[in-house]
Structure formats: C-alpha cells, structure tokens
C-alpha cells in the first residue's frame, strides 16, 4: 500500500548540515504517523523523531538540533539536520505507520567526520 524512498543523506564534516527527504506512494498518506529512524555501526536502530498531522516529537540527542516537517500535498516527509556530530553517523530510515500497519525505507547512509 505504501512505498517509501528516501534521499539526501551523505558525507558532512562536524557542525555542518543536512536535508533528507522521504518521498512516499499511496492514496491515505495523510492518515500515517511519519518517522525517522537510525542506525549506528554496532548499535540498535533508534527513533528520531516523528510528526503526526499536528504534533512531533524528539529523540534528546537530537532536540534543538533537527527538525521534521511533511508536505501532505507532495506526499514527503523531511528531516533538516543541523549543528551535526559524529554520533549522529548511520542509517536513516523513513517509516510510516497506522494501528496495525508499519512501513519502511531502504535507508539512506549519513556520515558525519573530519
């Protein structure tokens, strides 16, 4: 029912930024709580943030630092990230889900080093 893509993710040096993006088909998009999710080398996936029509929430490790914002006309969901530090580095996976229903990205790598 949903398919999710996301893009943007790269190589930045500490204190920069970056903007990943989630490109989502579908026809009940906006019904959907959309996240961001990573992975660190040898660590557990861990939830970053999540936004539902009005309300998002944050990860501490990264509050004041990034943001999430959806565009349910375009059907995408973004992720800007500022102020980056090298445990930010990992896997970032978009996910969308309802009661009963949880869909998710391929993964975009983001590496943040000197």
């Known amino acids: 029912q949903v398919q999710l893509v996301e893009s943007g993710g790269g190589l930045v040096q500490p204190g920069g930024s970056l903007r990943l993006s989630c490109a989502a088909s579908?026809?009940?998009?906006?019904?959907?709580?959309m996240g961001w999710y990573r992975q660190a080398p040898g660590k557990q996936r861990e939830r970053v943030a999540t936004?539902?029509?009005?309300?998002?929430n944050y990860a501490d490790a990264v509050k004041g630092r990034f943001t999430i914002s959806r565009d349910n006309a375009k059907n995408t969901v973004t992720l800007q990230m500022n102020s980056l530090k090298p445990a930010d580095t990992g896997v970032y996976y978009c996910?969308?889900?309802?009661?009963?229903?949880?869909?998710w990205g391929q993964g975009t790598q983001v590496t943040v080093s000197s």
């Open positions: 996910n969308a889900r309802d009661p009963g229903t949880n869909y």
């Open positions: 936004i539902t029509t009005g309300i998002t």
């Open positions: 579908g026809s009940t998009f906006r019904l959907y709580t």
